[in-house]
């Protein structure tokens, strides 16, 4: 494999991977009348439209781009090298959306990662030891021997902190999987009204009395800095560091800044293959899930067009939607229209001027979509060999298929990153989670070759005030590949190709609104009853048959499908139809 860098951005992506559904050559044609339209070929616009499908609704999707799933996608960006070119790993896909929709029979394949965490250490080995690492995985006994290695006292507590982490995770389960409580319903209006409301109550009580005694425990993590928690119960800085990514991973955040605890929690509480926690790479890459939904959805009967972009959504002089305008001019008719969009999207570029109030626009301005991340995804000839962890030959080691933490064997080191980005500049030593899929899924890369992610924070919308150039974005990926060369060297000279997605550039392909790939900051603000805001956190607009079905809504991104399975029960609750759901 010749070892010239691709970086012409014009050149990418060169191909595409999943379900495409061109609309000119689709043997679907678009009907001009449907019961509901979805914009936006997300997984939770998919997963929405297969439900109201099964519900007895003739539904279509209309995805912008000429490949489905928004963020959960795969693209050939150089020729045989299938990058998952967004989001890069699936745990939080809920289990009762994989039986029902029968994705394993359409074709979902999963590959199990165990260990699951690498983090390397920075240092000279001694007598021809190899530097330090911290490597955790499913083996508990095996994970108390790499803490040993930095602390036998953290050794010993860690099981306890792992038990009272999954408690507190396995109690809000039930919230993820229902709308939130109906507050108007509970405290106003008729009795019937509030007998029905008061059925949205039950997630939260069930979520009180699994906690039960722990329900002090469970508010402080997600009030506390996640450092305060891990202070408490661990002495050692790799440690105390590796735990903290996943407080800060997506998030403009500090381990030291209140509320960081909630996203270390929201990315434990994930499942795969029954296994509580874990994470694993999809065969085919991120776009194979988006394509067994959409297989699913469309075995139901469901209509799925690509490069449809809709300009604006239709609404009537009675105040109601009443369909979609494609860009193209061409008008889609339907009694309810649901956006798979982030609440900035659907509600300041689809609405017809004057049919919201300023309060409302307002304050939909006002949500929080800062992101942290710049995505790097690049093609080598060769697998990274790190100097803590050395194997012959180039072949893969255990260490090779978890989430490979650097810059990440000190909090202070993430802190100073942090705070690099809030005063507008990218940071000089990133925080880097490094994925590579190939290791396992060998349909990803050519023989030898390997794909790599990059996921990397903590970079901002804006470089001191201005936009991002093509410059910077190199410049920004010089900076991570330096990094990188220090843990493992020669994986510069490994590289053929790379694809550098800033915050801005994530916003322009993706549809993420600042570049957050949560749809919306997972701060305590932006949560629950408050997400997308205070009093619109039930799926439903202030625009009669317009709801939301996207990560912008409860429970938030990464938890793959929930909103749109949500927001299609509470759709057919308003309809008072429930066949096939």
């Known amino acids: 494999m010749a070892a010239a860098v691709w970086t012409d951005r014009a050149r990418r992506p060169v191909s595409f991977v999943g379900i495409v559904i061109r609309s000119r050559t689709s043997h679907t044609a678009i009907k001009s009348q449907y019961d509901a339209v979805v914009v936006g070929g997300g997984h939770n616009g998919l997963v929405a439209a297969a439900y109201l499908q099964k519900g007895g609704l003739k539904t279509a999707v209309l995805e912008r781009r000429h490949v489905l799933g928004g963020a959960a996608v795969t693209e050939e960006l150089f020729p045989g090298f299938r990058f998952s070119r967004c989001s890069y790993l699936l ?57 040993g290695k930095f602390s036998p006292k953290d050794a010993k507590a860690f099981p306890d902190f792992v038990a009272h982490l999954g408690k507190l995770a396995g109690a809000i389960q039930p919230l993820l999987d229902a709308p939130p409580v109906d507050i108007p319903g509970v405290t106003t209006g008729s009795l019937r009204r509030r007998l029905a409301a008061a059925k949205t109550l039950m997630p939260i ?52 800044n209140p509320g960081s605890g909630y996203v270390l929690l929201h990315h434990v509480m994930g499942e795969l293959e029954k296994e509580t926690g874990a994470w694993g790479y999809v065969e085919g890459g991120m776009g194979a899930v988006s394509q067994a939904v959409a297989s699913a959805a469309r075995s139901y009967g469901v209509d799925i ?73 690049v093609a080598v000839d060769k697998l990274p060999n790190f100097l803590a962890s050395p194997t012959p030959d180039h072949k893969p080691g255990p260490h090779h298929q978890c989430s490979i933490h650097l810059n990440c064997e000190s909090v202070g080191v993430l802190e100073t990153a942090y705070k690099q980005a809030m005063n507008g500049r990218p940071s000089v030593r990133p925080m880097i989670e490094m994925t590579i899929p190939s290791v396992l899924d060998s349909t990803l890369a050519p023989p030898g070759c390997h794909v ?43 590289v053929v190709g790379r694809d550098i997605l800033a915050p801005p550039d994530l916003e322009r ?22 997400r997308p805001l205070p009093f619109f956190s039930d799926y439903r607009s202030p625009i009669k048959g317009l709801y939301l079905c996207g990560s912008g809504c409860h429970p938030g991104g990464g938890v793959m499908g929930a909103p749109g399975w949500n927001a299609a029960l509470t759709v057919m609750a308003d309809l008072k139809c429930h066949k096939n759901m």
């Open 91 to 147: 745990s939080l896909l809920r289990p009762h959306i994989y039986m029902d929709l029968e994705l394993k029979k359409h074709g979902l394949k999963v590959y199990m990662r165990d260990p699951h965490a690498f983090t390397p250490m920075l240092e000279e080995g001694l007598r021809g030891v190899p530097p330090r690492s911290l490597t955790l995985g499913s083996d508990l006994a095996r994970n108390q021997s790499e803490i």
């Open 205 to 256: 009580v069930r979520c009180g009395l699994k906690l039960g005694r722990n329900i002090p425990d469970f508010y402080e993590i997600i009030t506390a800095p996640i450092m305060k928690i891990l202070n408490r119960w661990f002495e050692s800085e790799p440690l105390r560091a590796t735990l903290a990514t996943d407080a800060v991973i997506g998030a403009m955040t500090s381990p030291n």
């Open 305 to 377: 067009f690509t490069e449809k972009d809709v300009g604006q959504v239709l609404v009537g002089s009675d105040g109601a939607a009443k369909g979609v305008v494609l860009k193209d001019g061409g008008e889609i008719h339907s009694k309810l229209v649901l956006s798979n969009a982030t609440p900035y999207v659907t509600f300041n570029n689809l609405m017809p001027q004057g049919v919201l109030s300023p309060e409302f626009i307002k304050a939909i301005h006002q949500i929080d979509y800062t992101s942290p991340v710049t995505k790097i995804n």
């Open 452 to 494: 790599v992610s990059l996921f990397t924070q903590f970079t901002p919308y804006h470089i001191e005030g201005r936009e991002w150039t093509d410059q910077d974005r190199e410049d920004f990926a010089d900076t991570a590949f330096d990094c990188i060369e220090q843990y493992a060297p020669g994986f510069k000279k490994s």
């Open 509 to 530: 392909i993706f549809g993420l609104t600042g570049g957050n790939v949560f749809h919306g900051s997972m701060s305590l603000d932006q949560l629950y009853l408050a």
